[in-house]
Structures are given as C-alpha cells and as structure tokens.
C-alpha cells in the first residue's frame, strides 16, 4: 500500500475514453431522496489476489461515503440508465459512461502454460513487479496470474501433451471510475494495518494477504467480456500442415460467428490449408475453454441477470462486470 503499513502497490485497470455525465453538487435534500450510487463504485478498493486474478470480497477503501458538508453530494444523471439521477460516493472521482461498444475481437498464440500465465498478469496495467526487486527475466514474474482458471486449464493441458495455445476475446464497456491518490481506508482494514510488527514477519502478515489480498483495485472499467482458451495439439497441427496462424484465425472465424460478429476474412493461403482437414471443423485440432466473466450488483439490490443485445454482443445490464482486459 503506497500509504502506511503493508504498502501494497496500486493495481491499475485498463482505460477507454467516455463521455462525461452531467453531474453537480446536490443539496442534502435532494442527495436523500436518490438513494441509488452511481454503476461500478463499487468496483474500486477492493483487495485483489494477484497470482489468482480474484477478488478477496474485502474493501480497503470506504467507498460507502457519501455525504459531504451540510449534507451535500455529488450527483450524476445516467444516461444509460433513463437520466436516472444517482449518488457518486466521495472517493470516487472521473466517474464517466460510454455509449459505444467495441466490438474488435483480440487473438493471441502462446507456446506453453508459463506464457498464458504471463499474458493474464500483464493484464495488470501497472508494474506491480517493480517494488518486489525482481529482474525481468525472473521465472517469478509467471506469478502473477499463474493460479487463475485459464493458467490452470493451460498447466493441465501441458500434462497430457505438447500444447499450443489460442485466446480470443471480446469485451465492451459502459462504464469507468478511479479513486484519488490518497482514498479514506475503511475501519477494519486501518485497524489491521496498525496490528502489523514494524518489520516484515511472514507469520504475521500472511492472515492481511488471505484477506484483503496483494494489490487493491484504484481504477476500473464496467462492461462485459467474453473469453476464450483453447489448446491445439501441436504434433497434430504439424501433421494436418497447419500452423498457430492458421489454427488463430480459423478459431476467430467461429468465434466471431458464435457471437453474431462480422465474419473475418481468411488469407487465401488459410483457406488452402485449412482444406486438408477435409471439412473438419477446425476446432477439431484443439479443446476450448470459455471462462465466464464475473459480476456484482452495482447497486445494493437484489442480484439479477438481465441480458441484451448490443450491436451482436450478450451484455450483462444493470450488472457490474469485473473487468481486466484478458
């Protein structure tokens, strides 16, 4: 934490440009007739586990917050939500809505079970490396992500065979916040950092890390995320004479259909080798893994999924979809 105690670095979230609301200062009276906060605040300060990419579920921040001087609060009109008027909580700043959605889809080849690890951790916009010391090249650094689900499938994989693996995904945005350099800690968790020995003792600040995580959650995009893993048996890829390109773009080909996307145009030279599998689907050569993204309520309500389409994309609306850009 960049303030007192257990200093563990800010964990910064990936970004879009959006279109600023309509907000202002409301007064007292107003701010307690429109009870309901602002979509994804509270999606910030939340403890975070870097090597699992999960949630603890406990806050380090306080974002409960609300109400200023003389009963005052800043207030946004959401468009998104009928010019809905709602409460923005005081640690939350440059709280913005999109109204597009990017439907571009993102497609990657790693080698081995380490690399799909890596390529999760750099999710991670920050370098949450740099005050552990580490050098680059560190085997270490596949930490960071190396316990999530899909680094998971990759390592079990790995066991079996020689793998190549493909990651797709789609994702859209509709909402994003930060907090400010110096947020108001919640109670519990000050009273946690002031139990810590001055000095590093792993005994004593391993019970901290299983609660409230490594990192904690300083900006955050509100949306959703549709992702996808397979792994490609090398040795048979090389036998039906395709490679991790091939393989890449026929898969993001059947991708893109599944979600009603526009369909990928192939290289004719893809089309040319992908004909040797002799109208086999190309997902013949690989097993997928779909990870479902996860969800909270943005607002203290009754938990629901209410899906829509938006420009060939299922969303979750009314839902805050934890995002990281996989």
């Known amino acids: 934490m960049p303030r007192s105690g257990a200093f563990i670095p800010l964990l910064l979230l990936f970004l879009l440009q959006g279109v600023s609301p309509y907000c202002y200062t409301g007064k007292a009276e107003v701010c307690d007739e429109n009870m309901a906060f602002v979509p994804a605040h509270n999606l910030v300060g939340e403890g975070i586990d870097i090597t699992t990419l999960e949630w603890t579920g406990a806050y380090l921040v306080d974002t409960s917050l609300w109400r200023g001087p003389n009963g005052t609060c800043s207030l946004c009109r959401n468009p998104l939500q009928g010019g809905q008027l709602q409460r923005v909580p005081l640690p939350v700043v440059d709280w913005r809505v999109h109204s597009w959605c990017n439907r571009d889809l993102s497609s990657?080849?790693?080698?081995?079970?380490?690399?799909v690890a890596r390529a999760i951790a750099s999710d991670v916009k920050n370098d949450w490396k740099l005050e552990l010391g580490l050098p680059d090249e560190s085997p270490v650094l596949a930490l960071g992500g190396s316990q999530s689900r899909l680094a998971g499938y990759a390592y079990q994989k790995e066991l079996q065979d020689k793998y190549m693996f493909i990651r797709h995904e789609v994702s859209c945005v509709y909402y994003r916040l930060r907090l400010p350099q110096d947020p108001p800690l919640t109670p519990h968790f000050s009273q946690a950092l002031s139990r810590l020995p001055p000095s590093y003792d792993s005994a004593a600040y391993q019970p901290l890390l299983a609660t409230y995580g490594t990192h904690y959650v300083s900006q955050a995009a509100l949306g959703g995320r549709v992702r996808q893993l397979t792994a490609a048996q090398t040795c048979r890829a090389v036998l039906d004479e395709l490679t991790a390109s091939d393989i890449k773009e026929c898969l993001a080909s059947q991708f893109?259909?599944?979600?009603?996307?526009?369909?990928?145009?192939?290289?004719?030279?893809?089309?040319?080798?992908?004909?040797t599998l002799r109208g086999r689907r190309c997902l013949v050569v690989g097993r997928s893994r779909v990870e479902p993204s996860k969800h909270l309520p943005a607002r203290d309500e009754k938990t629901e999924h209410r899906m829509r389409r938006v420009g060939g994309i299922f969303l979750i609306e009314r839902e805050a979809q934890r995002l990281l850009k996989f």
């Open 108 to 115: 990657s080849v790693a080698e081995s079970a380490v690399d």
């Open 256 to 275: 893109s259909l599944n979600l009603g996307l526009r369909r990928p145009l192939l290289r004719k030279e893809v089309i040319l080798s992908l004909a």
